[in-house]
């Protein structure tokens, strides 16, 4: 069983930064493949990144170049680092740890960018 916190969101102005980060509970959290998810008001969740046990890393289009996701298996956590932005990354950002059939969500952290 793992338990997922997010935190660091916030509100920034356009072109700021801000790190979110993903703490878990429970053992072998080494073990987990991590995701970071959103979603904006009105519209369905969406994958932003993914980093696999192999540490490669994957993004979507509309944030590559700009996030960065990492993991401190030694601190059980692992963090979005997001630069440079824009109004329309405003959303409830959510952490996501699975190993084979089991999934974990966290509760979100709200990050708000204004013009």
């Known amino acids: 069983q793992v338990a997922i916190t997010e935190s660091g969101g916030g509100l920034v102005h356009s072109g700021e930064s801000l790190r979110l980060s993903c703490a878990a509970s429970?053992?072998?959290?080494?073990?987990?493949?991590i995701e970071w998810h959103r979603q904006r008001k009105g519209h369905l969740r969406e994958r932003v990144a993914g980093?696999?046990?192999?540490?490669?890393?994957d993004y979507a289009d509309f944030v590559k170049g700009r996030f960065t996701i990492s993991r401190d298996n030694a601190e059980n956590t692992a963090y979005l680092h997001m630069d440079n932005l824009e109004p329309e990354d405003t959303a409830v950002y959510y952490c996501?740890?699975?190993?084979?059939?089991?999934?974990?969500w966290g509760q979100g952290t709200q990050v708000t960018v204004s013009s």
């Open positions: 429970g053992y072998f959290f080494s073990l987990y493949t």
């Open positions: 996501h740890a699975s190993r084979g059939g089991a999934t974990y």
């Open positions: 980093l696999m046990l192999d540490g490669k890393t």
